[in-house]
Structures are given as structure tokens and as C-alpha cells.
């Protein structure tokens, strides 16, 4: 077989097999396969596309190129969560302990933030002593013992992603619907779930921005990870303005931490509810949808996922006393109002400008390379829908470095429209996928 042959056919819009699949990613991964060879035939997919088959063996064989975790010895129906980013998306650090309440084992890996979207693992460590280093057998005691425990992905999962990725980024291949769900699915399939949940952020803020590519990611991961035998549902939800109000890492701990103690924002809260829900059923822990939100408002009113999320906490070495004392969590030296230039409806906050402000003011990393300011962020005082006067205040900015906080203000205000007519709230959830 020949790296050239299989370009060639490509090329010429044929169907690849699951053999040349296989090939390519194995001979790649392993450096037999030249860049220019691989961004050839990745280019010939970006124009091409690949069908359900050949994404499905597309996927497989990038979840085979790393190691595959093999969560057996936890008992019960493993469930993952998995987000394709956004702003202010602190789910995770609620909706674990929600779940793990209600019984179902969360054995979690996550990511790290870049850009405009944040990362669980940077929000988690704004915890003072938190870590998310934690040795395989560790983690799965931690799960059998409390029913949670999230982790950083190692990084000998899905090699192949890693360095096409790289490739796809430098290519003009990012955005193509099968590359995309291979690329996200291939690393949560070898994570070790039995079953999987889908949350793909639509809108402005999302990396999917139109409802119809959204859709169509969420079906084409569906239908992979249908296909190699995990349930998997996907659920499209708002990213048109940032979730919730808090977007910064320890900002959105204490916002975490106020949903779980009934004080979240609705938006927020009907999205734990939702997804919740979802993984309850899908870890058969609730028999309806309808159940599954009961067992979740449960797990906030009796009080049972505040208690979790504090052992979760301890369990992994950080300080369980944050939940009652956010002065313990890194705080900024300033906090400056920024205000509404005009009067009327807010009719639009755009949440990429937002993340992009919360990131110059040190929330989030332009490069890989950059560190965290763990206190730095944005709080909202109004979402899409609410009137304001001019002069009224649109939210408050958390800083440490003054000298960025003008260009910061300048792209956050920008990313206001305000207009004169009323304005309906946005709409959370756009469909499920099965
Ligand atoms: N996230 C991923 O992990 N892969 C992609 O291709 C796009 C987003």
C-alpha cells in the first residue's frame, strides 16, 4: 500500500477503506508519513468530505494510536460529559458532583483552556492544593470510593490527534465536520466511558457557529460513537452569549458553587439540570428524562451535591473549606464597573469578545505557553433580554495587571449591542441528537 495511492484516490472522491484508514494514521503516526503527504490527503478530505463509514474507521484507528483506558474495575455505568467549549462553561466542576449525588460514578478527564474558551483543569486549580495529576489506580479507587474524580488527559491517549491537529491548524483542515468529530471523539472513546454525552455549544462564542453545522457535528459523533457501541446522545445548547455571568477561573468555582447551594443563574442551572438528567439515564441510575431532573433538583435542595463536591474536593488534595469561605480562593487586587454607554434592550453580548476580554486581562492563554491569572476575569451583571440605562452597570471587571485592563474594556464593551426594542431572552437548549 502507498501513501500516494490513497491521496490520489481521495482526490478523485473515492471512499477510502477501513485498510488505507488504518495505514495512514498508523504509518503517520509513527513519522513514516511525511507532513506534505499527510496534509495532502487531509486536504483532499477537507474538499471531499468522508462518509459515516469512513469517519467511524477514521476514528477507531486515532483512538488505537494511543493508549485506551480501560475503566472496568469501576463498577457501575460509566457516563462522560464533553463540551466543545464556550464562555463561562463551568459545568463540570457543578454538574460532577451533581451526578456522583445522585449515584452515578464520574470518571472524568479534561482539558486545559486556550483562547477565548476556558478549561475545567484551570478552573479546578484556582482551588488552593487541588490537583489533577492522580495515578491510574487512584483514580479509579477515587471513583469506587466517592464516585468521582477528574483528572488531566494523559498525554498517551489518541496520538495520532495530537500531531494531526498540529497539521490541521497550520492547513486551513480544522473545520471540516469529520475530522472535527474523529478528533473529539477518538480522545473521549479512549478515555474508557460506556457511555457518552454530547454538550455542542452553537453560536458566536462556540466553535460551531451556525445551527446547521452544529447539528451536523452533533449527528456525525453520534453516530460514531453509536457505532462502536457507546451510547451516546448530543444535546445543542446556547453559546451565543457567555453561560452563566462568571467567566474566569476562580470566578466560576464560586459561580459552580452557588448553583450547587441553589443560587446559580438560570441559565446555568436549567443546563445541569438538563444535562444531568441526560446522564442519569444514560447511566441508568434514572429510568426517564423526567426522573433524572427530580434526582438532580434533589441533589441541590437536600443539600447532598455540595456535600460531594467538598469530599471530591479533599479527595484530590485541595482545600474543602473554599465552599464556605471564597476568600480563600485567589482574588484580584481590583474590581472596576464597566458601564452601558447607552440606554435600551441588550439585544446581543457577544461571548467570543467577551472570552477574548476575560483573556487579555488574564483569565485565559493566547499561547499555550502563557500562565494563568487565576482570580483575573469578568462578572455579568446583565444577560441578553435586560434593560439598562446608560451609565447602569454591565459588569464588573476582576484585574491584578492594570495595564491591561483599557484594551480589555475596549473589546468587552464592543461586544454589547443595545437597541430600543424589547428583547426576548435567549434560548438555552436548540435539540438532542440520538
Ligand atoms: N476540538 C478537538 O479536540 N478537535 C477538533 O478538531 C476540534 C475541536
Request: contains cysteine; glycine residues 8%; proline residues 2%.
Amino acid at each position: 500500500m502507498r501513501i500516494y495511492d490513497i491521496i490520489r484516490k481521495k482526490r478523485d472522491n473515492h471512499e477510502l477503506s477501513k485498510l488505507e484508514i488504518d495505514f495512514f494514521v498508523e504509518k503517520y503516526s509513527k513519522g513514516e508519513i511525511p507532513d506534505y503527504q499527510a496534509s495532502a490527503l487531509l486536504m483532499a478530505i477537507y474538499l471531499n468530505k468522508m462518509n459515516k463509514q469512513e469517519t467511524v474507521y477514521l476514528t477507531e484507528a486515532m483512538m488505537n494510536s494511543g493508549e485506551v483506558i480501560d475503566l472496568s474495575a469501576i463498577e457501575g455505568i460509566k457516563v462522560d460529559k464533553h463540551s466543545t467549549g464556550g464562555v463561562g462553561d463551568k459545568t463540570t466542576i457543578a454538574l460532577a458532583p451533581l451526578v456522583a449525588a445522585c449515584g452515578a460514578p464520574v470518571a472524568k478527564m479534561s482539558g486545559r483552556g486556550l483562547g477565548h474558551t476556558g478549561g475545567t483543569l484551570d478552573k479546578l486549580e484556582a482551588i488552593p492544593g487541588f490537583s489533577i495529576e492522580m495515578e491510574a489506580e487512584k483514580f479509579i479507587d477515587s471513583v469506587n470510593e466517592h464516585k468521582i474524580a477528574v483528572c488531566g488527559q494523559t498525554a498517551s491517549i489518541a496520538v495520532a490527534d495530537k500531531k494531526m491537529y498540529a497539521l490541521r491548524d497550520v492547513t486551513a483542515t480544522v473545520d471540516n465536520i469529520s475530522l472535527i468529530a474523529a478528533s473529539i471523539m477518538c480522545k473521549k472513546l479512549a478515555s474508557g466511558a460506556n457511555a457518552i454525552l454530547l454538550d455542542v455549544k452553537t453560536g458566536d462564542g462556540a466553535f460551531m457557529k451556525t445551527l446547521d453545522d452544529s447539528f451536523e457535528l452533533a449527528k456525525a459523533m453520534v453516530d460514531i460513537g453509536n457505532g462502536m457501541n457507546r451510547e451516546t446522545i448530543g444535546m445543542i445548547t446556547d453559546m451565543d452569549e457567555p453561560l452563566g455571568f462568571a467567566v474566569g477561573n476562580s470566578l466560576e468555582v464560586i459561580e459552580a458553587i452557588e448553583t450547587l447551594k441553589g443560587n446559580g443563574p438560570t441559565d446555568f442551572v436549567n443546563l445541569c439540570e438538563t444535562l444531568g438528567a441526560y446522564m442519569l439515564v444514560l447511566a441508568k441510575v434514572a429510568s426517564t428524562y423526567e426522573e433524572g431532573v427530580q434526582k438532580i433538583k434533589e441533589a441541590i435542595t437536600s443539600g447532598s451535591a455540595l456535600d460531594k463536591l467538598r469530599v471530591f474536593i479533599e479527595n484530590q488534595g485541595g482545600d474543602k473549606s473554599i465552599v464556605d469561605d471564597y476568600s480563600l480562593l485567589p482574588k484580584a487586587s481590583k474590581i472596576v464597573p464597566i458601564k452601558a454607554e447607552k440606554s435600551g434592550y441588550i439585544s446581543k453580548i457577544e461571548a467570543e469578545e467577551v472570552g477574548v476580554s476575560a483573556m487579555i486581562l488574564g483569565a485565559g492563554r493566547e499561547t499555550k505557553e502563557d500562565v494563568l491569572d487565576l482570580a483575573a476575569g469578568i462578572v455579568l451583571e446583565k444577560k441578553v433580554g435586560d434593560y439598562v440605562e446608560c451609565g447602569d452597570i454591565l459588569a464588573y471587571m476582576h484585574l491584578n495587571n492594570e495595564n491591561k485592563f483599557e484594551s480589555a474594556r475596549e473589546r468587552f464593551v464592543k461586544a454589547y449591542t443595545i437597541v430600543d426594542e424589547k428583547v426576548e431572552p435567549k434560548k438555552l437548549i436548540y435539540g438532542v441528537v440520538t
